[in-house]
């Protein structure tokens, strides 16, 4: 197993349609569901983590849906990971260092003193991984996308929400006329 | 789950106990195991992952058992953890900016070309990671270890493991008589 998959995978590619929205509207997290062709139960969970963690803000209604809680320059690849994943250490020590056959019932004091040495070096690599993951934010990662995706794609990406948001808006008119 | 555990702490805890073996003579898997009061199969298993990726030698007889295949501090953390746990990438990308629903049948060549950018930003992690991994080595965690461990307790640990030598040799001399 490795330590990231396919949440924070998921919960990026979301963020980046709600970071797309036009004019900071709302997406709907059905909409960036079915976008992507993933389980809308699946990504309605992420999103509740992502607002849970203050990264997005829900709005009800007919053109509801999500926004991003604060500027995309401020919410970096490793807010999401956290906010999906919660923190996750790198390692778990199971201080071993205390087993020892010499240590007749309880260990010596000095046997668990400070942090272990190999733990020291796990939480120090645990560190780096974490501060490379503070680097990226979802403008660098929304800017990417923008710079590989053709402009006719983006276009049609653009066009096919606005029709997923006006099909509702023509469904609850109609439930309201024969309701 | 943590990327990383119990093999990667035995393994070093292991390794530390035959980098202290006097004057370089070679540890048995069994009593290194039996030291820290751990599963001496699982060790066993430990060590001979750490022997085929050229950490370790082995040498047969009453004497025999495990040395460093180099300098303490030509091992690293890093080489521990791959020679235990093999290459395990932080983070599996399930290539999800190939789902679309406007891509009709196959995705289009723009859609898969070159890394995801969420895939590229957790691949500097994971190197960054690696790297801090890479920093520290054996000799150092040997030294930790030395100023931590009272003198009277490394004492009596290098005597124990000079009894089990001893007295696996009067064992074989009892069973060349009576046999």
Redesign the interface.
């Known amino acids: ?6 949440a ?3 919960a ?2 979301c963020l980046l349609y709600v970071a797309r929205a036009d004019e900071g509207g709302a997406r709907s997290a059905r909409d960036v569901a ?5 389980s809308a139960d699946y990504v309605a969970k992420l999103f509740t983590r992502m607002q849970k963690a203050g990264l997005v803000t829900a709005t009800e209604g007919l053109h509801g849906g999500f926004r991003l809680a604060r500027g995309r320059e401020e919410i970096s ?1 490793l807010d999401v990971v956290d906010a999906v994943e919660g923190y ?7 201080e ?2 205390a ?4 240590f007749d019932g309880g260990k ?1 004091a ?1 046997a668990g ?2 942090v272990c ?3 020291a ?2 939480l ?10 503070a ?2 934010n979802l403008a ?2 929304s800017e ?2 923008a710079h ?3 402009k006719a ?1 983006q276009k ?2 653009q066009n ?1 929400f606005q029709e997923q948001g006006a099909a509702r808006g023509r469904g609850a008119r109609t439930r309201a006329i024969f309701n």
């Open positions: 197993m490795s330590q990231y998959g396919s924070v995978e998921c990026l590619h079915a976008f992507q062709k993933l690849v996750k250490p790198l390692f778990v020590c199971r071993i260092r087993n020892c056959v010499l010596p000095w003193r400070g040495a190999i733990h070096a796990m120090r690599a645990d560190a780096a991984m974490r501060d490379s993951l680097e990226t660098q990662l990417h996308v590989v995706v053709p794609q049609a990406a096919w």
